[in-house]
Each structure stands twice: as C-alpha cells, then as structure tokens.
C-alpha cells in the first residue's frame, strides 16, 4: 500500500518514511504493521525522541515554508491537520524556538504557535491519502530513514521572514524600540 522508491509524489509516504516515523512510537513493529492493514488511520505519535513539530496558523506555515523552500535549505517532513500546518524539526527544537524568538524580540510579530517536544504527542496524517482533500494530510512527505529536520536556528530564520513578508510595507518590523519622535538630541561628540 506504501508508495514506492521510484515514484515520485510528495504527499505520499513511502516504506523507508513509515519506518521513520514509526521508529518514535513505543513499538515500531506493531506500528508498521497497523499501517499495513490500515494506512488511511490517523495516528498519534510522541515527539522529542526522533522529531519535534512545530504548530503554526496554516497561512503564516505557508509563509515559513515559502521562505524555506525559495530563500532556505528546505523543509523535513510537513502535514496539515485542522487548519494548521506541522513542521518536524530536529528535537529539541520545540523548547529553543520559543526562547530564540522572544530573545530576538520577534515573539510578538509571530502568530501563536505550538511547539511539541518531550513529553508531547501529535496526530500525525494517514501514511495514504483518503478521499477527503479536507482531512489531515501530507504536504512534504517522510520518503526516507534519515530525513533532514531543520533545527530551531533555521526555524526562527524562516519565521522572520514570514513575519516580514506578511507585515505591510508601511509597517517597519525591527528589533530596536522605536526612537521617541520628542526627544531632545545631544551633540557630544565635541565634550571634553
């Protein structure tokens, strides 16, 4: 039931994927084997071991994944569920990139997100697509044992840069404060 090697098609998963992605439950085995006979079920996975997922707003997702694909390396795997778009990420990512977009003062410019990591589960698409185009799917695919899952450095790149692109040109995103329009200004550059 699972897509071959040689065919191409991004929205499928293929056997190599689905061991990937079964390698995070508690047993891979009795996972791969339920997608055998039932590969159009959702499933719940935990995450923190082989992969984090970040939870973004679908539009502002599209915006990350633009940027990534266009401007960046790429995306790992990436699903929609409930008008939401997930993207794995190298675990550990869920815990930094919270701290890294506050830090850099972009927390405020960035939609709502949830990130799950250790301790987290999430439902993750059917590894074959149903007859419901609504329902959770695949966007990016697992289609290997090893997929590249961009970290939280990568993340909050992409996320500025949606962040940027979604703001209107008259709105000036920055990480200073902006300068107090009434403030009287000191020339000391001539002080002994």
Same mark, same amino acid.
């Given at each position: ?9 991004? =929205? ?12 995070? /439950? ?56 409930? /008008? ?7 675990? /550990?990512? =869920? ?21 799950? /990591? ?9 590894? =074959? ?38 703001? #209107? ?19 000391? #550059?001539?002080?002994?």
């Amino acid at each position: 039931m699972l897509r071959g090697e040689g065919r191409h098609h991004v =929205a499928q998963v293929t056997a190599p994927g689905a061991r990937w992605l079964a390698s995070a /439950g508690v047993y891979p085995r009795s996972m791969l084997a339920h997608w055998e006979t039932c590969p159009s079920a959702p499933v719940v996975l935990p995450c923190g071991s082989v992969f984090d997922v970040v939870n973004v707003p679908a539009i502002f997702g599209r915006r990350m994944l633009d940027r990534l694909w266009e401007e960046g390396p790429g995306s790992g795997p990436v699903a929609m569920y409930r /008008g939401r778009m997930m993207l794995f990420t190298a675990p /550990g990512s =869920a815990r930094r990139l919270p701290s890294l977009l506050d830090w850099e003062e972009w927390g405020d410019a960035v939609p709502p997100m949830l990130c799950h /990591g250790i301790g987290d589960a999430v439902t993750i698409p059917p590894l =074959a697509q149903g007859d419901a185009p609504s329902g959770p799917r695949w966007l990016v695919a697992p289609d290997t044992r090893h997929p590249w899952l961009p970290g939280p450095e990568v993340l909050i790149w992409a996320c500025v840069r949606a962040a940027r692109s979604a703001a #209107s040109p008259s709105v000036r995103i920055s990480i200073f404060p902006p300068a107090d329009q009434d403030a009287k200004v000191y020339d000391v #550059s001539r002080r002994r």
